[in-house]
């Protein structure tokens, strides 16, 4: 399998990652004014007034609302996202436990233990909602495959860790990120399955997506990753797209807001001839009401290629119920 050496570029497109919040500082602050979608202002008890960076902050009443598009400024380590994780994803920086059954292997404890948070970002600040501007982001996670018919042996563990430039501006976001995917098969596995050819799987893709909210609950994407770098059976091209269906808030539970959600996801993988997967999730979510971020509980079904990286030909069809926790 053809595998190119690329490895001295990772420092050459940090910079450029870099360079790309930096230039276009002055062109993104004409943005900020007149965009009557989800436009934000702070709203106190006794008036309205247009954010200032330079003016005393309202009292501890004051909420986002919509009306004048706030400012863009720069913002060191924001703690919500621009361009948030897609909740129908299975491979998506987050905490997630799920329990799910394959038809051939039994019941199997899949678990992830990843994060995603914000480093720098030229846009609005903190507690806007949507948040707007440019960002750069940090991620990594990894993804455990316990054996629950075998004494919850190891079977299998994907890593992943990522760099994202992120930007969004009303109902339309966009991402640029520096990916590297590795995955390992475990000891426990390789000693009930000796005859098993253990290929060293491995991507460093470049990756952009696109995601659009046709209404404030409902976003739609797709995404295309690109690897200039891979082996172990990887070929250069995936391709991921689905819907997300968030809802705001209708009802408060211990200061958290519950709702439903529901969301489909697809992929597309060269090495398997562009088959791919696909994943459904649904049931009860709660949005932090500072950070956005969310915990869920319910149902996942998937039919297709391995989530395991470390069986990327092996077709597989899951059902079972999980909890995610998305930044």
């Not at 696909?278 to 956005?292: D, I, K, M, Y």
Request: overall charge negative; glycine content about 12%.
């Amino acid at each position: 399998m053809r595998r190119i050496s690329s490895h001295p570029c990772f420092a050459a497109i940090g910079s450029g990652l870099l360079w790309l919040v930096v230039a276009p500082g002055a062109v993104a602050q004409s943005f900020s004014g007149g965009d009557p979608f989800l436009a934000q202002t702070w709203e106190s008890d006794s008036a309205t007034a247009q954010f200032s960076p330079h003016a005393p902050l309202p009292d501890s009443t004051a909420v986002f609302a919509p009306g004048a598009a706030a400012p863009w400024t720069w913002h060191l380590l924001p703690d919500d996202l621009v361009y948030r994780s897609y909740l129908g994803s299975p491979h998506e920086p987050r905490l997630t436990s799920a329990i799910l059954h394959e038809s051939d292997a039994g019941w199997l404890w899949e678990l992830e233990v990843g994060t995603r948070v914000g480093l720098v970002r030229y846009g609005t600040p903190d507690g806007a909602r949507p948040p707007e501007g440019w960002q750069i982001d940090i991620q990594g996670a990894a993804f455990p495959r316990l054996n629950l018919e075998r004494n919850y042996d190891l079977d299998a563990i994907d890593f992943e860790v990522g760099l994202p430039v992120t930007w969004r501006k009303g109902p339309l976001q966009t991402k640029f990120e520096l990916r590297h995917i590795s995955s390992h098969v475990g000891d426990e596995f390789l000693e009930r399955n000796p005859g098993f050819m253990r290929a060293n799987y491995v991507r460093d893709s470049l990756v952009f997506g696109v995601g659009m909210f046709p209404t404030p609950d409902v976003r739609v994407y797709g995404e295309a990753d690109y690897a200039f770098n891979y082996d172990g059976g990887a070929e250069p091209w995936h391709f991921q797209f689905g819907v997300d269906y968030s809802p705001t808030p209708v009802v408060e539970w211990l200061g958290w807001h519950g709702t439903p959600f529901a969301a489909v996801n697809g992929e597309l993988r060269e090495e398997v001839d562009f088959g791919g997967g696909f994943n459904a999730v649904a049931g009860w979510q709660l949005r932090g009401p500072q950070s956005g971020r969310l915990f869920r509980f319910g149902l996942q079904y998937y039919n297709g290629k391995s989530l395991q990286f470390s069986f990327f030909d092996q077709h597989e069809e899951l059902f079972g119920a999980a909890i995610w926790y998305d930044y």
